[in-house]
């Protein structure tokens, strides 16, 4: 039998107010049969959908709809290209050197001094990138990509994913910005028991000569920290990698209506304590993907961010010719 405080109770939690006067609550006594049947009321009431869905569809819509054009500036001289990369590795090399479980994953759990307790979920949840990876190619179906194909991992970290990315692939090549990160990368990856994978500093945005094309390259929670000049130029590298039938899956945010990008500007100020986040608007990524021969299998709006204003995609592409 219901009562006069659940009724209050389920007010206070669905509503976020008291119920209006004694006659309601004497009403739902009267004709409610239960809790459950007070709470579907409540859930299904006018108010409840005016006061929390609304809300709720406005933060998504805002962020798709009513976007104004932003400012973006995404091509710059060579020279410029690498005063960046400058400001990225000295960025993420500190991050390495200081905190680098938790600058893969930001969750205090991979902070330094909690890390030993939770290492296992850290090192397992890389897992679920690779699953993630085979759904996208299953459904777009593209490969099976297994033993009998490479693949570049960009943006390895400390190789969380590089580990289960080189049990399925025939070898990985992953490539890092920072030494710190992928001295971790590598020996978490040897202690693995796994040799198939080999592990590159990048040191320029100059191709490595020693990267050949490959079946699959992936790359997530990686270009999101770059400006949008160099999400450019890697996002143009990773299609020229790309073997004909080969595949790319890319994390990239593409729009927030608060982010605009100007490279003076953004070289003359100090590098921030944490990291930097940016976007490269998804025409350009398209743009690149035509030059560079590779079509769009399937996009889809992704929680990497987990900001309500920024839109992140992720994008599978495959080379045609
Ligand atoms: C958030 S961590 C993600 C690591 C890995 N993708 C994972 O999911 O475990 C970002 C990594 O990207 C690397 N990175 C960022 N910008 C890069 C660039 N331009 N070139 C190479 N590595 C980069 C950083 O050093 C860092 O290890």
Partial sequence: MLTEDQVVVAYRALLGREPENQEIVANWLRHAPGFESLCRGLLSSEEFLQKFLAERFAGIMSRLEPGPPISVEWQVEPGILEQMLERIKETWSRLGETDPFWSVLSAERFRGENFAENAQIYWNSGRSDV???????????????????????????????????????????????????????????????????????????????????????????????????????????????????????????TYSARYTFDARQYLAEPLPPGFEMHLLPQQHIFALAEKQHCRLLEVEPDDCLGWHDWISNTFLFQKTG
């Avoid at 990509?145 to 490479?150: P, V």
């Avoid at 970290?157 to 971790?184: N, Y």
């Avoid at 450019?232 to 790319?248: N, R, T």
């Fill in 131 to 253: 699953e993630f990876l085979n759904r996208w190619l299953a459904r777009n179906h593209a490969g099976p990509f297994g033993k009998a194909h490479s693949c570049i991992e960009y943006g390895c970290g400390t190789g969380r994913v590089t580990r289960w990315l080189a049990e399925q692939f025939s070898h990985v090549t992953a490539l890092d910005v920072s030494a710190p990160h992928i001295g971790l990368a590598r020996d978490h990856v040897l202690r693995a028991g796994l040799s198939n994978a080999r592990f590159i500093v990048v040191e320029s945005l100059a191709p490595p000569p020693a990267v050949e094309p490959v079946d699959v390259v992936f790359c997530r929670i990686v270009l999101q920290h770059n400006p949008p000049p160099v999400i450019a130029l890697l996002v143009e590298q990773f299609f020229a990698w790309l073997k004909p039938g080969g595949v790319a899956l890319l994390q990239v945010p």
